[in-house]
């Protein structure tokens, strides 16, 4: 049963990470990635706020680019998503702003606000939702709740609150100062001094959280405001008015309102936590073996010792290793001391400099309608793997250079070609001459697999004509 | 012009090395692979002798796994080569045996045999020349001639040769003694005292090595003539007899002949070498940039120094690496400290105990005919390419659990199927059903190229029916 203020999720899944390349990557980043467990980050966060007597279902807020994944990776793990979409990052405080007047919309005027980073890992799930509760009780007492953790080091990786005063409802107190990511020596000084972690997780009621922005930020408010009343719905997705949000100026929702509102409280979080800003977080957050290593995939290791692993698909094999991370993906591999991982996006941008394709792109490749994957390459011909959802429809087009075979390996296709549409079972192909006008479709109710072997003296992804599309693609 | 006594190179290609994994496995080991330059070490072993006013055209001696290697990489440089299968490993003693025997038979009793390990790397191509030319003359002046290498360092990683005595023809002088690998403080010493490592590179007259070979093993020497001399063709290789040749003991030369015969000598020489025993071998045979660092692939550094990297594929990164060594391959990558390159051999034994795929096989899987490599697999399918060389001719087979659709995507096939003969040309595709009866074969004069799609319930390699085969495989 949901409370008389019904507790919104928000989760925010925009961000573009390249600390945890190269597994998280600008086409499809760290929260849409299975970092530990066997889920993605995303799902993960999901899945703490699974508990409908406790929770509304969650409103996601991403960037345009992932609107795909964000709806796909909740439909995996059987989870009804209301899916926003930024046209431009703008920061926290426009998106939080968003996701507060968007809240209020599908859920009353009343309602609380629970924004969650979708990129952050969260141990012990009683811990987390007692901090929920906590932070409702306090939000419901007019506060602008702000998670803090109870720090286990004095990290430097972190910014700190400095919390004052009284405990109020829900054990929370008013928060007496935000500070930056301190020096070690400044880091063991907080946490002597009781400060906590800041983790960039809120909670507040959506209309308190508006009400304080239009006070430090009326502009930001009135840009926001402008997107959502003006948004559409496109495919399903809510879509902010692009020229308007835009218009927000892009600040953190700590800058924007946090350090000048009054209602700022803060609320002790004592689960385990982490924002995963580096490979170190992921080795840290993990139970080594005896020997100190952690691995994640196929690994094999001599003599080696407080290391970290982690490999998409290649056979990872360490000798006399000692504090090392090797991350290795089916098209790159990483390697470094442990102590080194916050050089990770100094490292990319070096890649992207040199215009390494790895730098920014996996070889899957996600669209609308599902995905597909290099699979080998020759002089005059691509052979690609094709997985199109159930209801997936590619765009009607045309190539000029090329000719394609495609084999159903697993479902139904329905091929469109030069106006006649016929079926394409598993194990059965059929053959798209140069110049023929086509398409493919799922019809079924499972995801379609196909083999398509393409041939031509030009086969580069932009010999295509799209005639027609259902996802709106230019 | 040949020499009256022809000079002939028996190159020593049947070793099975894995201090190179994850780049050389069993199933393609390290003389077959390109490891500097663009040749692979087998290739510019031949091209060393290439000089057919110095040499008789190679006989190549070579394991039955690995023959049609020998054979391809040959011609892929357009050497004429005879290609000598030792159907069991017996060590270097009955190798070279063999070799003097065969060498007699083909190019007359007074020929002069050029014995060189297919998987070593020789720099200075006019010293190796000069080498060979003093070899040559102290050979024709009756002595079994081994090369001791002017050393470079203290190294514990060869054998060493004392010479003693007189120079005689060719400059060559008496070997006083073999001694085997040192420890660190015996090296200096054996550097200081003028001795040379020992190559295992040897150059003697056909008939004398058998006398000597005869006078102190003559059981091995009876077991190698009854092999050579009913030795058979198979294919165009001369397949020595295997149980004839299974009943010579495994002995190496050097304890078979070398450390008895009077008629011992050693010929310096000044050519840079190096037997490849280890990726540091490697490391050290490059010229590093000005941090260092050793280069071969895609391979992109931050703040990286004296390092070794090798990609046969996926873009290898290193953030803060120093005297670090990183092979990759496709399915394998391979992490140490540069002075670990020793216990390389040790991981391989760890894998193969622990039964990883990549311990022993390679990706691409090579066959009498040509190659296929697996290129994406998934329930209920699996795609491969398949090269066949002009003239190849797969067996005529069947399955009993998959059908396969083939698509050509350069060269032609020629297909049977149930008995029908047809062509399939490049951009043309063909289906065999289950349990059709059906070869492919390449008539062409290039290489036919073909994309494979197995469907079926099972898809092991073992799902075959040979019914007939161009290469009297089981």
Same mark, same amino acid.
């Given at each position: 049963?949901?409370?008389?203020?019904?507790?919104?999720?928000?989760?925010?899944?925009?961000?573009?990470?390249?600390?945890?390349?190269?597994?998280?990557?600008?086409?499809?980043?760290?929260?849409?990635?299975v970092l530990t467990g066997?889920?993605?980050l995303?799902?993960q966060?999901?899945?703490?706020?699974?508990?409908?007597?406790?929770?509304?279902?969650?409103?996601?807020?991403?960037?345009?680019?992932?609107?795909?994944?964000?709806?796909?990776?909740?439909?995996?793990?059987?989870?009804?998503?209301?899916?926003?979409?930024?046209?431009?990052?703008?920061?926290?405080?426009?998106?939080?702003?968003?996701?507060?007047?968007?809240?209020?919309?599908?859920?009353?005027?009343?309602?609380?606000?629970?924004?969650?980073?979708?990129?952050?890992v969260?141990?012990?799930?009683?811990?987390?939702?007692?901090?929920?509760?906590?932070?409702?009780?306090?939000?419901?007492?007019?506060?602008?709740?702000?998670?803090?953790?109870?720090?286990?080091?004095?990290?430097?990786?972190?910014?700190?609150?400095? @919390?004052? /005063?009284?405990?109020?409802?829900?054990? &929370? +107190?008013?928060?007496? =100062?935000? $500070? %930056?990511?301190?020096?070690? !020596?400044?880091?063991?000084?907080?946490?002597?001094?009781?400060?906590?972690?800041?983790?960039?997780?809120?909670?507040? @009621?959506? /209309?308190?959280?508006?009400?304080?922005? &239009? +006070?430090?930020?009326? =502009?930001? $408010? %009135?840009?926001?405001?402008? !997107?959502?009343?003006?948004?559409?719905?496109?495919?399903?997705?809510?879509?902010?008015?692009?020229?308007?949000?835009?218009?927000?100026?892009?600040?953190?929702?700590?800058? &924007?309102?946090?350090?000048?509102?009054?209602?700022?409280?803060?609320?002790? !979080?004592?689960?385990?936590?982490?924002?995963?800003?580096?490979?170190?977080?992921l080795?840290?957050l993990a139970?080594?073996?005896?020997?100190?290593?952690?691995?994640h995939?196929?690994?094999?290791?001599?003599?080696?010792?407080?290391?970290?692993?982690?490999?998409?698909?290649?056979?990872?094999?360490?000798?006399?290793?000692?504090?090392?991370?090797?991350?290795?993906?089916?098209?790159?591999?990483?390697?470094?001391?442990?102590?080194?991982?916050?050089?990770?996006?100094?490292?990319?941008?070096?890649?992207?400099?040199?215009?390494?394709?790895?730098?920014?792109?996996?070889?899957?490749?996600?669209?609308?309608?599902?995905?597909?994957?290099?699979?080998?390459?020759?002089?005059?011909?691509?052979?690609?793997?094709?997985?199109?959802?159930?209801?997936?429809?590619?765009?009607?087009?045309?190539?000029?250079?090329?000719?394609?075979?495609?084999?159903?390996?697993?479902?139904?296709?329905?091929?469109?070609?030069?106006?006649?549409?016929?079926?394409?079972?598993?194990?059965?192909?059929?053959?798209?001459?140069?110049?023929?006008?086509?398409?493919?479709?799922?019809?079924?109710?499972?995801?379609?697999?196909?083999?398509?072997?393409?041939?031509?003296?030009?086969?580069?992804?932009?010999?295509?004509?799209?005639?027609?599309?259902?996802?709106?693609?230019?």
């Amino acid at each position: 049963m949901l409370s008389p203020s019904p507790i919104v999720p928000v989760v925010l899944a925009g961000g573009s990470g390249t600390r945890l390349w190269p597994v998280s990557r600008d086409s499809l980043p760290k929260q849409f990635q299975v970092l530990t467990g066997s889920q993605t980050l995303y799902q993960q966060t999901l899945q703490r706020v699974s508990d409908r007597s406790l929770f509304a279902p969650p409103l996601v807020l991403t960037h345009e680019d992932f609107r795909f994944f964000a709806r796909r990776q909740a439909a995996e793990i059987g989870m009804e998503v209301t899916v926003a979409l930024e046209p431009v990052r703008r920061d926290s405080g426009p998106a939080l702003i968003a996701a507060a007047l968007i809240a209020r919309k599908l859920h009353g005027e009343g309602c609380l606000v629970l924004a969650l980073a979708a990129d952050h890992v969260v141990r012990d799930a009683p811990l987390f939702l007692d901090a929920c509760r906590a932070g409702a009780a306090a939000a419901a007492a007019g506060q602008i709740v702000t998670f803090g953790i109870t720090p286990t080091e004095a990290s430097t990786a972190y910014g700190y609150i400095r @919390p004052g /005063g009284e405990p109020g409802p829900g054990g &929370a +107190r008013p928060v007496a =100062a935000f $500070v %930056e990511k301190p020096d070690l !020596a400044t880091a063991a000084r907080y946490l002597a001094e009781g400060y906590l972690w800041n983790s960039g997780n809120f909670c507040f @009621p959506a /209309g308190l959280l508006v009400e304080e922005a &239009a +006070r430090f930020e009326p =502009a930001m $408010v %009135e840009a926001v405001r402008e !997107a959502v009343e003006t948004a559409f719905e496109d495919l399903g997705f809510i879509k902010l008015d692009p020229g308007a949000f835009a218009a927000a100026p892009a600040k953190s929702i700590d800058y &924007a309102v946090m350090e000048h509102t009054r209602c700022a409280a803060v609320v002790e !979080a004592r689960f385990r936590w982490s924002d995963v800003g580096s490979w170190n977080a992921l080795h840290e957050l993990a139970e080594g073996d005896a020997a100190g290593n952690v691995a994640h995939g196929p690994v094999a290791l001599l003599d080696s010792r407080n290391s970290y692993f982690h490999s998409d698909g290649p056979l990872v094999a360490g000798i006399g290793l000692d504090a090392v991370s090797v991350i290795a993906t089916e098209d790159a591999v990483l390697v470094m001391p442990v102590d080194r991982a916050q050089d990770v996006k100094a490292l990319v941008g070096k890649l992207k400099s040199e215009r390494h394709n790895a730098a920014t792109e996996h070889v899957k490749v996600h669209r609308p309608w599902g995905s597909y994957q290099s699979i080998c390459r020759g002089e005059g011909f691509h052979v690609k793997k094709i997985v199109v959802e159930p209801g997936g429809r590619l765009s009607l087009q045309k190539h000029h250079h090329r000719a394609e075979h495609w084999v159903v390996v697993k479902g139904t296709a329905e091929v469109t070609l030069d106006g006649r549409v016929f079926e394409v079972r598993e194990n059965e192909s059929t053959y798209l001459p140069l110049g023929g006008v086509h398409r493919l479709a799922n019809p079924g109710r499972i995801p379609l697999e196909l083999i398509e072997v393409q041939t031509g003296s030009y086969l580069g992804e932009d010999d295509i004509v799209r005639l027609e599309d259902a996802y709106n693609r230019g």
